[in-house]
């Protein structure tokens, strides 16, 4: 303990056991219920965009089963190409909602695929805050352990992934991760063979789960190298971590999205690479025990160069083959976490993505608020004592703020690490705080008389302290013979009586030092301040309801705002322009818009697109990213090259949605210019400014995005003068019309505009349309009869 030691009786333990499984329940309601939000304000809902792919995968699995699901080529997607979605998803999420759906319906209790979708994020997370627990148990203690829980059972940044409604890889991802750090360090402790099989599976349904395994696969690695460095190789460093590269990457293997890259690619090399650090570690560690000292040094040599011969032949076809690779055998969004810049300068596509910017600092106060500021007092307490498992909560701690400093989405990786680190805090402050105040109601040692008891008691451990001195290759046998038998007797050696005199006082000073020494405790008044201030941090809790309630429950397809009367309205548009979609065209329609649209027009419209935000096929977006910015007969002319039909574009310029295509338009212009030269970003800058009133350029104003969207704006506004509620400012071309494309609906708030390509017989234009006007006035048609509907009386 931190404060002290103490006896606990049976039954008090067994209370305090039954207390924590009390207090690990609660907090299990309260991860699920403060996720309810969403559902209570809103309706039973999916949110987002990747959510709806794969609540359509769910639904194509429940129905089709798990043999169709792994070979289901899906032609709604990336027309023409279509899409393997058996060997490109993640298949962790999916198949734990199927799992749960089936197991609902064998116990006859009637749930649709889509509440169990909505529901798995918030189930979940009870789980991920029952992991927390283990694991910080098997830093720190029971104490440490439930706070942590507690904490990321409602810590904002681990809401905002995991509300009701929120059906993406996440929901599922974070339980995983938890629970495989957690196997890793109750192997670490315990040296179990049994745990680290578990470890081995539990990292398994994290690479089904989110393409984040990666980040275990090399933390791991790295607390394996610290520990070796700073010479605390042990037989259970070695189980916890041989067995976990062996199976873990055999089994990583079988998921087809991974395959070939457990062992291929660059993001896996570290773990190699430590495994065989950690064998020649292990094989020194057993020569040196069986050799003599001299043998030993020979020995070590000769292990030594022939590793450093190996270790460099093997380096050098490792970088042979990272070095084929245009990439050195790291993935985008690896590189993009190890050099921030490199996505803006190489891969636009994955900068604009908003989710891959970096956070501000008001990001980390909104997500993990006071937890900021006990995450370095838990560190402290990490290394008083250090071990191994409080050196993997530093080393966890450390690189999950460097990784959420570069992408705000891994914020949610940072969540754990702060909670049990805040955890540890909370529970040293508090065990110091009421151990101090614990202590000043006892009288202390000094005032107390000695009593005859406890110097006898003094003595006896004077004795048993010497005794734990004398060291045992000073005790020999000798035989002594009685009757017919020999019996051995253990005897000492003689030793000088000034050395036994002088080992028993220093057993005697260190007894007294161990009987007499007061433990370091605070003022009583500090202390009750501080127990009032720490409950104070009680108001956490506040924002973290709060969070959940305003601004992380509201689901992006279902948009609202309070009026002035204290009312909310309600912007609905997206769902209806999807059922638009769905009811007014053909089942074999393409639609085209950008690619952030692409799972929820394939889910909800049922309707083929040509990207969707799966994005493994840059040129293909960069394609409608041309198409947007290109002239409208141009874009007309690509959109039928791709048997387009529809086409919309989210606009926000009437009612202030910030989130619009037109805020998005200059990314669509890097990244088709990224593909196509001819589309150049400063054609579309006025002065290196993004502009879309009268001091835009003619080619943004000309460009198919900026028609589509201020197509009758200025009829639709108050003034008819074209204001822009997002850019503030009038636009720069009101009245035109549209000679490739119609309008066929336009939703109640103007946030969807859908328009339709004009056939090619309808486009004629010029002395083309003259000249058909001519002839078809010289040409006479003979007045048809009306014939009679022969069915009507």
Request: aromatic content about 12%; glycine content about 6%.
């Amino acid at each position: 303990m931190a404060a002290g030691t103490e006896v606990i009786s049976p039954r008090r333990g067994a209370f305090g056991s039954v207390l924590a499984v009390l207090i690990l329940l609660l907090i299990g309601i309260l991860a699920f219920s403060i996720r309810l939000f969403s559902v209570i304000k809103y309706e039973s809902v999916i949110h987002e965009f990747d959510p709806y792919f794969n609540y359509r995968v769910t639904q194509f699995l429940t129905k089709s089963g798990i043999y169709e699901f792994w070979n289901w080529f899906d032609d709604r997607t990336w027309y023409p190409l279509g899409r393997v979605i058996g060997g490109t998803v993640y298949p962790g999420l999916t198949l734990t909602a199927g799992t749960m759906w089936w197991i609902a319906n064998a116990l006859n209790i009637p749930l649709s695929v889509e509440t169990v979708c909505v529901f798995t994020a918030p189930v979940f997370s009870a789980y991920a805050a029952w992991a927390t627990y283990f694991l910080t148990k098997e830093i720190k203690g029971t104490g440490a352990g439930l706070t942590a829980a507690a904490l990321i059972a409602m810590v904002p940044s681990y809401i905002s992934r995991s509300v009701a409604g929120s059906y993406d890889n996440e929901a599922v991802a974070i339980f995983a991760l938890i629970l495989t750090f957690y196997l890793y360090v109750k192997t670490l402790n315990t040296g179990s063979l049994f745990y680290a099989t578990l470890n081995a599976l539990a990292y398994f349904y994290m690479v089904c789960s989110w393409g984040g395994y990666t980040f275990i696969i090399n933390l791991i690695p790295m607390h394996v190298l610290l520990c070796i460095m700073t010479g605390r190789f042990s037989s259970r460093l070695y189980i916890a971590y041989a067995p976990l590269v062996i199976l873990g990457t055999i089994l990583a293997a079988l998921v087809p999205v991974v395959g070939f890259n457990a062992v291929m690619t660059s993001e896996h090399f570290a773990s190699f690479l430590v495994f065989v650090i950690l064998h020649v570690t292990a094989l020194v560690h057993y020569i040196k025990r069986i050799l003599t000292p001299k043998t030993y040094r020979m020995a070590l040599t000769m292990v030594l160069t022939i590793g450093t011969v190996g270790a460099l032949t093997l380096v050098a076809i490792l970088v042979a083959l990272v070095a084929a690779s245009p990439t050195k055998g790291w993935s985008g969004r690896s590189l993009s976490l190890l050099d921030p810049t490199y996505a803006s300068k190489y891969i636009p596509i994955i900068a604009s993505v908003s989710e891959h910017q970096p956070p501000t600092w008001p990001s980390y106060f909104m997500d993990i608020n006071i937890l900021a500021f006990l995450v370095p007092a838990g560190i402290i307490a990490c290394f008083s004592p250090l071990s191994d498992s409080s050196s993997f909560a530093v080393l966890y701690m450390v690189t999950s703020v460097y990784f959420s400093g570069v992408m705000v989405r891994l914020m949610l990786v940072l969540a754990p690490a702060a909670c049990i680190l805040a955890g540890i805090a909370l529970s040293e402050a508090f065990g110091t705080l009421t151990y101090s105040i614990k202590y000043q109601q006892i009288p202390t040692l000094s005032n107390e008389p000695v009593s005859e008891e406890k110097t006898t008691a003094l003595k006896s451990a004077i004795d048993s302290s010497f005794k734990s001195v004398v060291p045992k290759d000073s005790i020999k046998e000798k035989t002594k013979v009685e009757g017919d038998e020999k019996v051995k007797e253990p005897v000492k050696e003689k030793t000088s009586k000034r050395i036994r005199k002088k080992e028993k006082e220093i057993a005697e000073k260190h007894v007294e030092k161990q009987v007499e020494r007061k433990p370091l405790v605070l003022p009583l008044e500090a202390s009750a301040v501080g127990i009032v201030l720490l409950i104070l941090l009680g108001s956490f809790y506040i924002h973290c309801v709060w969070a959940a309630a305003e601004a992380y429950s509201a689901p992006s397809i279902v948009l609202s705002s309070q009026m002035s009367d204290g009312s909310v309205h309600v912007f609905d548009d997206f769902r209806e322009a999807y059922a638009w979609l769905r009811h007014n065209t053909d089942e074999n329609d393409k639609v085209a818009s950008w690619w952030d649209y692409g799972y929820q027009t394939t889910a909800m419209a049922n309707r083929t697109v040509i990207v969707d935000n799966n994005t493994w096929n840059n040129t293909h977006i960069a394609t409608v990213g041309m198409a947007m910015s290109s002239p409208e007969k141009e874009a007309w002319e690509i959109y039928q090259s791709l048997d387009v039909k529809y086409v919309f574009v989210i606009f926000g310029g009437l009612v202030g949605y910030p989130s619009d295509d037109i805020n998005k338009f200059l990314w669509m212009v890097r990244i088709g210019g990224g593909v196509f030269p001819h589309i150049r970003e400063p054609d579309y800058l006025r002065d290196n400014q993004y502009r879309i009133d009268s001091m835009a350029t003619p080619t943004m104003l000309n460009s198919l995005m900026y028609r589509l969207s201020y197509y009758r704006f200025a009829e639709a506004t108050m003034d008819g003068n074209g204001y822009d509620r997002v850019r503030r400012t009038e636009i720069g071309k009101k009245h035109f019309k549209l000679a490739y494309f119609e309008e066929v609906f336009t939703t109640q708030h103007w946030m969807v505009r859908i328009y339709k390509l004009k056939p090619s017989k309808n486009r004629q234009r010029g002395k083309n349309k003259r000249k058909t006007k001519a002839v078809s006035k010289k040409i006479t048609r003979k007045p048809i009869k009306s014939l009679k509907n022969p069915w009507s009386s």
